[in-house]
């Protein structure tokens, strides 16, 4: 079942309360970015104490610094002014429970939603599926703390990236809701 009557709904009772937010400037107001997971079960803005118009918020899946994440970091400094930039990937993420290998070889088979238990992955759709999924970098984790010191340092090594803009690299909690440090994250992302 479609979910898209509710989210009319939803919007028709946000707008009708909308208020001043008309008026909010384009640049984020508290010039800062975070780049985090698309998982839903992360709220940056709660985590993060924000009000709209405060941050700018670049969500994917895992909070991987992809080319098109760093394209949106770029932006974000180069047109909007943020300042201040955050890596946050988190605990129990999806992206730690498959390879490139297992997805390119799950939509080899079909485009169908695959599932997963104690034995893996597992596809119940009949084809066709496709290869392109092989040719994909899908940017996986292995291992959080690593993952998040790895794109903390790609951030900081881009050549459109100055190095005047502080990178810090932080570990969600999904249990308890904290924001935990990885030193050798934030480390590499200090400001010259």
Not at 72 to 99: A, N, P
Not at 133 to 147: F, M, N, P, R
Not at 169 to 192: H, M, N, Q, T
């Amino acid at each position: 079942m479609s979910v898209l009557r509710e989210v009319l709904q939803a919007n028709a009772a946000y707008a009708a309360d909308f208020g001043d937010k008309a008026k909010l400037p384009l640049p984020p107001g508290r010039r800062f970015a975070i780049l985090t997971c698309m998982d839903a079960r992360l709220d940056p803005a709660k985590y993060a104490g924000l009000a709209e118009g405060d941050a700018h918020v670049i969500r994917n899946a895992g909070g991987r610094a992809s080319d098109d994440a760093i394209r949106s970091l770029v932006i974000s400094y180069k047109l909007l002014g943020t300042r201040e930039w955050f890596v946050i990937h988190h605990t129990d993420c999806g992206m730690q429970l498959f390879t490139d290998e297992i997805i390119g070889d799950l939509l080899d088979k079909s485009l169908t939603t695959a599932t997963i238990d104690e034995h893996g992955w597992h596809d119940h759709g009949h084809g066709p599926g496709s290869v392109h999924g092989h040719y994909v970098k899908w940017l996986t984790i292995k291992d959080l703390e690593a993952s998040v010191v790895e794109d903390v340092a790609r951030i900081r090594s881009h050549p459109l990236v100055p190095s005047n803009i502080p990178i810090y690299g932080y570990i969600y909690d999904v249990r308890s809701g904290r924001l935990i440090e990885v030193p050798e994250a934030s480390k590499l992302g200090v400001a010259a």
